[in-house]
């Protein structure tokens, strides 16, 4: 079965300090990968996907993702943050199983940014 | 367009008492979800439907839950009776397929916070 490992709980950065969030996988194949963000009493949005191809993916807000098969990580990336991006951060993984997938979601990462 | 739409954004009930909550997705989404994200935890699937039919209900407490999707549109989570772990924030998502992918992308609502006393 799928899995998705966020080992950082918590995360606090300095405003215009970069930023990395740690996200490991559980796949026997490569899976289709994902980044969402939650702000307060908000939905998920989705910040960038990996399917296949290049393995560094660009997001939205500035986000960026490298795919690394050796390591079975899909970390997640920004060279300055910004006291808006204070937030949750999911990492979530899905078989690419016949043009459908149920995302698997890590347990999340809270961004606190100090101004 | 517009997001998916839900309803209520919160619910304070009492334990064994029941509670429904509502879903409209995106326009043209055949698919649609619903997750249980608990307080500290990442979201979980609760309940896939594609269309009016449903995909996968294999983590649905069925005891206690029930949700469906009557015209292949809006859609209902039902939990009768509660309990006290089900207090979570309850997410509806539809999806799109991807053409340059081959996948579907989910889009989340705000979701509908339950607190069970």
């Known amino acids: 079965a799928q899995s998705v490992t966020q080992p950082d709980i918590h995360i606090t950065v300095s405003e215009g300090a970069s930023l990395e969030l740690r996200c490991n996988y559980s796949?026997?194949?490569?899976?289709?990968l994902f980044w969402y963000v939650q702000s307060p009493g908000q939905g998920l949005q989705l910040l960038l996907k990996y399917f296949s191809g290049d393995t560094l993916v660009q997001g939205i807000k500035g986000f960026e993702a490298e795919f690394k098969r050796s390591q079975s990580s899909f970390n997640l990336r920004k060279p300055s943050v910004h006291w808006s991006d204070a937030a949750e951060y999911f990492c979530?993984?899905?078989?690419?199983?016949?043009?459908?997938?149920?995302?698997?979601f890590g347990r999340g990462t809270s961004l606190i940014v100090h101004p | 367009e517009a997001g998916v739409a839900q309803s209520p954004r919160y619910k304070i009930i009492e334990k064994r008492q029941s509670v429904a909550f509502w879903c409209n997705p995106i326009s043209g989404h055949a698919t649609l979800y619903w997750y249980q994200q608990i307080l500290g935890q990442g979201p979980k699937l609760l309940i896939q439907f594609q269309n009016n039919g449903v995909v996968d209900d294999s983590q649905l407490p069925k005891d206690r839950f029930s949700a469906e999707r009557l015209k292949g549109v809006d859609s209902t989570l039902k939990i009768q009776p509660a309990k006290l772990e089900d207090s979570a924030v309850y997410l509806c998502?539809?999806?799109?397929?991807?053409?340059?992918?081959?996948?579907?992308?989910?889009?989340f609502g705000a979701g509908s916070r339950l607190t069970v006393l």
């Open positions: 998502a539809s999806s799109s397929y991807d053409k340059t992918s081959g996948a579907n992308v989910l889009t």
């Open positions: 796949y026997g194949a490569t899976p289709y």
């Open positions: 979530a993984v899905g078989p690419p199983s016949g043009g459908s997938y149920i995302p698997t």
